[in-house]
């Protein structure tokens, strides 16, 4: 069950990837071709440990960081749950020592057991929903994939690749395949998936998560209804033309004839609802867009008008006043759009999930952007020769759910919903998607970095009444800023832990809109 049962070599054309920092970077899988867009993917080689086990690990690595091999974020437990994500890092005393089984096609963990029963090294297509796939380490009766290990040797003069002298000069990487069942396949595609860390666009700890305030138990939450479930709103305040009070006004995604969640793609339609607060409870006012309209953000454009940008029927409204008229305005092509504009300019930009490609549903954000809300809308392209598309999009980790908005420093800033983060132990109560990415950049149109070690918001509130929820799901986020674009409200679409999502009359509950007030940023 050691290496020396290894029997086929295939030469890695592969090339060096990027570098990165000190902090530790997840491990993923990629396509192994090396065509565009996957030009540079990362060499791998084998380090003899013991116990005729190996260790893998990096063979490019920043200056003066020395090596960099695979490890956990943490300590193994004996309670693995889901599993542990794997990582890479420079702490030799948490490299995970390995042992090839051919015949099953696993590489197990050396002397690591979990419940009595060994683990391996696995891969997670559910979770990646469709866009690199985390590597986990779990137990081996639970893996689907069967892996492969492929190598060459890197000197001319080694004959044997099985001694341990040439072992250290071995070139790998690994594939993930599934015979026999093509759904089943890594990517449900016919090619390889090579082993390989870090996103195009990966940061470590960026220094950004949010710390929320206790939230208000339900039923006085943003918006929650025995008549609707609802899927997240975004809200601005403006005086109220009478009195001048200031009223809180949230566009938010309900589902008619007491729809839920799971209906979505029929039943969403645009509701607007005001409150004394931000922080609720809004009560419904009308509704401005029937079915079907879903995903709904509202913005103030620097000129005054009022902006509306969602997916379905009607793309883009504006009006003078948060209460309407509403008049449909031409846009492009952009699914879940975050629009933002920098302040005293006129140039509109608008982030979209999968770019302008919604054939990669799952994958990340790209650009569109215009001289003023009222277009032409371009398509923004970059350099970068690792993201999917070509370059349409801003970073390569799979998000969805923008929200974007900038500071006066210059500074672009994102909040999304995060399909999985690579740092994040799979064993938080919870879904393991339920969780907030953050990445920045110094201008709309890069370059982007995210923060791959660390989430902007997990999926645990705690009420002021002293419970406490695991959310089963938490997307859509949606910021409320104050005027100088620091972030004082956060407005999520939510399921608790075990809901279905068939709509209000449910007896385990429905999925309802969030808002917590945000106390730090740190």
């Given at each position: 069950m050691f290496l020396v049962a290894l029997t086929v070599f295939q030469l890695s054309l592969l090339q060096p990837g990027p570098q990165y920092s000190a902090d530790p970077v997840n491990v993923q899988l990629y396509p192994c071709n090396s065509n565009n867009p996957w030009k540079s993917r990362q060499l791998w080689e084998l380090?003899?440990?013991?116990?005729g086990s190996f260790h893998l690990r990096l063979q490019s690595s920043p200056q003066n960081m020395g090596y960099i091999q695979m490890q956990l974020p943490v300590p193994m437990s004996s309670n693995a749950g889901d599993g542990y994500n794997v990582i890479v890092g420079n702490k030799f005393s948490q490299a995970l020592p390995f042992s090839y089984d051919?015949?099953?096609?696993?590489?197990?963990?050396?002397?690591?057991?979990?419940?009595g029963e060994q683990v391996c090294l696995a891969s997670d297509w559910s979770g990646s929903h469709g866009c690199l796939p985390n590597v986990y380490v779990v137990k081996c009766s639970s893996?689907?994939?069967?892996?492969?290990l492929n190598m060459t040797s890197l000197k001319h003069n080694c004959v044997d690749n099985f001694?341990?002298?040439c072992l250290a000069n071995t070139t790998a990487f690994i594939s993930s395949t599934t015979s026999n069942d093509l759904s089943k396949n890594v990517l449900n595609a016919p090619s390889s998936q090579c082993l390989d860390v870090g996103s195009g666009g990966?940061?470590?700890?960026?220094?950004?998560?949010?710390?929320?305030?206790?939230?208000?138990?339900?039923?006085?939450?943003?918006?929650?209804?025995?008549?609707?479930?609802?899927?997240?709103?975004?809200?601005?305040?403006?005086?109220?033309?009478?009195?001048?009070?200031?009223?809180?006004?949230?566009?938010?995604?309900?589902?008619?004839?007491?729809?839920?969640?799971?209906?979505?793609?029929?039943?969403?339609?645009?509701?607007?609802?005001?409150a004394d607060s931000p922080a609720g409870p809004f009560r419904a006012k009308e509704i401005v867009v029937s079915p079907f309209a879903h995903n709904p953000e509202v913005i103030r454009a620097n000129d005054g008008t009022y902006l509306i940008f969602s997916i379905g029927k009607e793309t883009l409204l504006a009006s003078k006043s948060p209460n309407g008229p509403w008049e449909s305005q031409s846009f492009t092509s952009c699914n879940?759009?975050?629009?933002?504009?920098?302040?005293?300019?006129?140039e509109f930009y608008c982030m979209c999930h999968n770019g302008p490609n919604p054939s990669h549903w799952g994958s990340s954000v790209g650009l569109v952007w215009a001289p003023t809300w009222k277009g032409p809308w371009t398509a923004m392209r970059n350099n970068t020769d690792d993201l999917l598309d070509g370059g349409t999009l801003l970073f390569a980790h799979p998000v969805e759910d923008p929200f974007v908005w900038s500071t006066p420093d210059g500074r672009v800033h994102m909040v999304s919903h995060a399909f999985r983060m690579g740092m994040v132990n799979r064993t938080v109560a919870g879904s393991g998607n339920a969780f907030g990415g953050y990445a920045t950049a110094p201008s709309p149109f890069g370059p982007w970095k995210f923060q791959e070690t660390q989430v902007a918001y997990d999926n645990v509130v705690h009420f002021n009444n002293g419970s406490t929820a695991y959310l089963d799901r938490r997307e859509r986020p949606k910021l409320l800023l104050d005027d100088d674009g620091v972030p004082q409200y956060l407005y999520n679409g939510v399921c608790p832990n075990g809901t279905h999502e068939s709509g209000p009359s449910d007896p385990g509950g429905h999925c309802y809109t969030l808002v917590q007030k945000i106390d730090s940023i740190n």
């Open positions: 380090v003899s440990a013991s116990n051919a015949s099953a096609g696993t590489l197990e963990v050396v002397n690591m057991k979990v419940d893996i689907h994939e069967k892996w492969q001694t341990e002298t990966s940061a470590g700890n960026l220094g950004f998560k949010f710390t929320l305030a206790q939230a208000a138990p339900l039923p006085q939450q943003a918006f929650f209804s025995s008549n609707y479930s609802s899927w997240g709103g975004s809200v601005v305040v403006a005086p109220n033309s009478s009195t001048g009070e200031n009223v809180s006004h949230m566009f938010l995604a309900v589902f008619a004839d007491h729809a839920g969640l799971s209906q979505w793609t029929s039943k969403s339609e645009i509701m607007h609802a005001t879940n759009p975050a629009p933002f504009q920098l302040p005293n300019r006129d």
